[in-house]
Nanobody, 121 residues
Framework: VQLVESGGGLVHAGGSLRLSCATS????????IGWFRQAPGKEREGVAC????????YYADSVKGRFTISSDNAKNTVYLQMNSLKPEDTAVYYC???????????????WGQGTQVTVSL
């Protein structure tokens, strides 16, 4: 199983980025894909998750209305569109897979290596 994130970078506050999570070795039925982030000195937190087989999504309150998770099932890829970015969104962003969904990082079985997102003032 492999998950590979891409799309991170440096952006000014108010800007946008789109992260990608390319997966291999799993099928989107029945797996869920989640996005998580971890800032220095902080615990890893769930951002959004999706059940690609039916499109159900769930978001953390801190990103609702700004971030959108989606999937391209033909490409086995999940995206995280991040708009209206804030400095507090700065973190390493990870995608992960499990059979349950949700935003509890301990419930996820497979992880990518992460991609850095930095939002400057």
């Amino acid at each position: 199983v492999q998950l590979v994130e891409s799309g991170g970078g440096l952006v000014h506050a108010g800007g946008s980025l789109r992260l990608s999570c390319a997966t291999s070795g799993i099928t989107f039925d029945p797996y869920a894909i989640g996005w998580f982030r971890q800032a220095p000195g902080k615990e890893r937190e769930g951002v959004a998750c999706i059940l690609p087989i039916d499109g159900d999504t769930y978001y953390a309150d801190s990103v609702k209305g700004r971030f959108t998770i989606s999937s391209d099932n033909a490409k086995n890829t999940v995206y995280l569109q991040m708009n209206s970015l804030k400095p507090e969104d700065t973190a390493v962003y990870y995608c992960a897979a499990n059979l349950e969904g949700g935003l509890l990082h301990r419930s996820y079985d497979y992880w990518g290596q992460g991609t850095q997102v930095t939002v400057s003032l």
